[in-house]
């Protein structure tokens, strides 16, 4: 990791004068408040030009894998909730849904369901958050608060739904936490019925907006070939033309019932990953307002005979299957049957695609729990989007992007 | 006439001629291909020339503790396919104690953090990368922290940071 060993590869457009007396070295990072998070640059300047960005990471790494090999499958949900702490959700969703993939556990309607909507509600928090701070970190105040009023939101309906605002760990092997309540669903409704009004005054503010269009358009520009060979995936992709999105192409929960669009642009730059996420807000509130409508009826948690989930307090005490299962689940040595295989299962998490590579030992926790981060690609491309931009521009190429540090590092 | 891909069962049949026996298993709905560790850039870029041409992930397992593991570490490369969504593993074995294996920077830029991590967290050599420097632990470290026989709390790097005072900082 250190710096000054590492060599810069100065073949970018500044390139040519071989005495790099001029240049100077701007240390970005790893706190500064337009970094969001702590994740620190090397940032090599001719004047306001960058000649070559170093990024740098593990100011924030935790061994969150590691711990994934000491701590059970239920456990470790409240790991995954620290990762991508911005839509903690959808990190639950991906978690348990590689757990299952492994444990080969069917879930039921109703699971797929409620699963779908807080993915999705997690999606949107997510989006209004990175595009909202891309709107910040351009000079566009407003709009950011727009956009964390919204979030609010979205963090009471989760508080309602499972006591918790930020790290949710809402779901469990087999099924969830907390079933919906009608309140819970009535405040799902409440949302959906002004959030729509709240977005169209967000592109109102930013979509046109000279000063925004001007500092982002053109600005951190990838292509299509460069993002499918740097593995990129999410927004930062479909923002380059890569029609690459898990929901549809192997839908997994609840997507395949339900109907929404794919937003893609072409152009590749800061603004078409500011459009390509407020579109994609859209199509997530036409999801959890159908998935809200057909929400089926029936238990959340997989029954009782496949011992995966907890019973009710209920089913404890007055059935004797409950309560059997309630003790062979509290024992150490009688939990869940693992296989001693190993199975990757991703889902399209806000960011792009999070997946989680489970191997299992025949123990209740996993023998190894890999991660895979969109953060991490999309954070190796930030020189090549960077170089030849001002460092006015590094913000605005970091906000689209969306790093979230505690994802990247784990 | 609309385009259909070739099955993943054409792919591994077509990969087998080419590189010879392979083991290959299914296991929910994945396929699995073994590849020896000296021929797995050569069947990497194989399979990225006939359409796996997204390389989602590069990681590893250190099968030290595992029952009847016969290999201490397998790299899992997961490949996916952009235009007919197949996805395919690629699993490559190597050994102690000298784990290596050819660098695939070349096929896809974005291993190049991926090798890194996993140098770093395994300590696998990948020959040929550009840049082969830790990604998230210290310069300094000596370890591989991934390793199941490093301990979950450390072995003291922490606990024996040097202390800076306010004169020395």
């Known amino acids: ?410 | 006439m609309p385009f259909t891909p070739p099955s993943i069962d054409d792919v591994l049949a077509g990969l087998t001629e080419r590189f010879g026996s392979l083991d290959t298993s299914v296991s929910r709905g994945q396929t699995r291909v073994v590849v020896p560790a000296d021929q797995s850039f050569d069947a990497l870029a194989w399979l990225k020339e006939r359409g796996f041409d997204l390389l989602v992930d590069v990681t590893c397992v250190d099968y030290l503790e595992y029952r009847d593991a016969t290999h201490r570490y397998g790299l899992v490369y997961l490949l996916a396919s952009t235009t007919t969504n197949q996805r395919l593993t690629v699993r490559v074995f190597v050994d102690d104690p000298d784990p290596t294996v050819r660098s695939v920077v070349p096929l896809w830029a974005g291993a190049n953090w991926l090798e890194r991590e996993v140098w770093d967290m395994f300590g696998i050599r990948f020959t040929g990368h550009p840049d082969l420097r830790r990604l998230m632990m210290p310069d300094e470290f000596t370890a591989h922290p991934l390793r199941k026989d490093y301990p979950l709390q450390g072995r003291g790097e922490r606990h024996n940071f040097p202390v800076i005072t306010r004169e020395h900082s």
Request: proline share 4%.
């Open chain 1, 1 to 410: 990791m250190s710096i000054a060993q590492a060599t810069f590869d100065t073949a970018g457009p500044e390139a040519g004068a071989r005495s790099e007396d001029y240049l100077w070295t701007l240390n970005f990072g790893p706190q500064h408040p337009a970094t969001h998070t702590t994740l620190r640059l090397v940032l090599k300047l001719d004047g306001e030009r960058v000649v070559d960005a170093m990024p740098e990471m593990g100011y924030l790494h935790s061994g969150f894998e590691k711990i994934g090999e000491h701590l059970t499958f239920n456990q470790y949900v409240t790991v995954t909730d620290r990762m991508n702490y911005i839509s903690p959700m959808a990190n639950n969703v991906a978690w348990h849904h590689a757990v299952e993939t492994l444990l080969g556990i069917e879930l039921t309607p109703r699971c797929t369901y409620i699963r779908t909507i807080i993915a999705e509600l997690a999606r949107l928090s997510d989006h209004l958050l990175s595009n909202g701070a891309v709107g910040l970190d351009t000079g566009a105040f407003t709009f950011f608060l727009y956009g964390f009023y919204q979030r609010e939101v979205i963090y009471d309906i989760f508080e309602t739904l499972c006591g918790a605002r930020f790290t949710n760990s809402y779901t469990r092997v087999g099924g969830v936490s907390q079933d919906f309540t009608p309140l819970v669903i009535e405040k799902i409704r409440a949302f959906i019925r002004t959030f729509p009004k709240t977005l169209d005054d967000m592109e109102r503010l930013l979509t046109r907006n000279r000063i925004f269009v001007d500092r982002t358009k053109g600005v951190g520009v990838l292509t299509k070939e460069e993002a499918i060979s740097a593995s990129a995936t999410g927004p930062v992709a479909r923002a380059s033309g890569v029609t690459r999105d898990l929901r549809k192409d192997e839908p997994y929960l609840a997507y395949g019932d339900l109907d929404f669009q794919i937003c893609c642009a072409s152009a590749g730059d800061c603004y078409a990953r500011y459009l390509v996420r407020m579109q994609e807000m859209r199509e997530s509130l036409k999801i959890v307002k159908q998935a809200l409508e057909n929400l089926p009826a029936g238990d959340v948690n997989v029954s009782i005979d496949q011992r995966v989930s907890r019973p009710t307090k209920q089913q404890v005490y007055s059935t004797i299957e409950g309560t059997i299962s309630h003790f062979e689940l509290s024992m150490a040595n009688r939990g869940f049957e693992v296989p001693h295989e190993e199975s990757y299962a991703a889902i399209e998490a806000p960011n792009g695609e999070l997946g989680f590579y489970v191997v299992g030992d025949g123990n209740e926790t996993a023998y190894r729990a890999r991660c895979r981060p969109p953060s991490v690609l999309h954070f190796a491309l930030f020189p090549q989007l960077i170089r030849g931009h001002t460092l006015s521009d590094v913000v605005a190429v970091l906000g689209s992007l969306n790093i979230i540090a505690a994802e990247l590092d784990r």
